[in-house]
């Protein structure tokens, strides 16, 4: 794999990032639809049968975002993760000089200023990867989240049957859940950075202009006012 960086393991690591990247693009795609169709039941009363449509569409937006967070936060040996790549990364800090970051910007005084600028974040020495930064985001994933995974693997991953641990007693809100995706895509925009130089300016795509009306009508053809 030889597309301009330092190493072929680098190379790797970059485009797994990109992977997670598109994964969680995806997965804020799916954000900005159930914003629209929440957007198009606020102030509104469906009062016939096709609200169990509307039920539905609620239910299996959380289901599957719930699962694709679980899939970036997998820490499953051999699986392609943010967490597994995060502690590959801290085994081979070695490789993640300054030297070899530099390579990926372009040449030139410019260059050499924003590739400085960037690698602080990575760096107390301006030279070698400072392995508790790595440290600092492994425990967040681990820790932060362990209420959100703890819900999809008793209540969406695997239905379980102990009742207490199920979904009356551990229950997450849109906002939690909302909260883990901005953080997630956080980290992952500081190991795009890292990894490729570059990084996303949005993590919610752009939308077909108009989309939200496949809401309004079915909010009209269903009763709400």
Known sequence: MDKGYPTQQWGAWAQDVETIKDEIVWLMGKRTIWKAHNESLRGTSITDSTVIIHDWLRENYLDSVLMGLRRILDGTKRTKSLLTLL???RAQTSILSYD???TLWRNGEFGDIAAAKAYRQFSKDGRSFDQSTIEADIRCLKTDYSKILGYV???VAHR???ATQGSENTTITFGELHAAFDE???VI???LLLLTASTVLEFEPAMPLGFEEAFD???KKGGGE
């Open 87 to 89: 502690e590959e990364l």
């Open 100 to 102: 070899r970051f530099r």
């Open 153 to 155: 693997n008793t209540n």
């Open 160 to 162: 379980t049957a102990d």
């Open 184 to 186: 997630a895509g956080r």
């Open 189 to 191: 925009n500081r190991y």
């Open 217 to 219: 009508r079915m909010v």
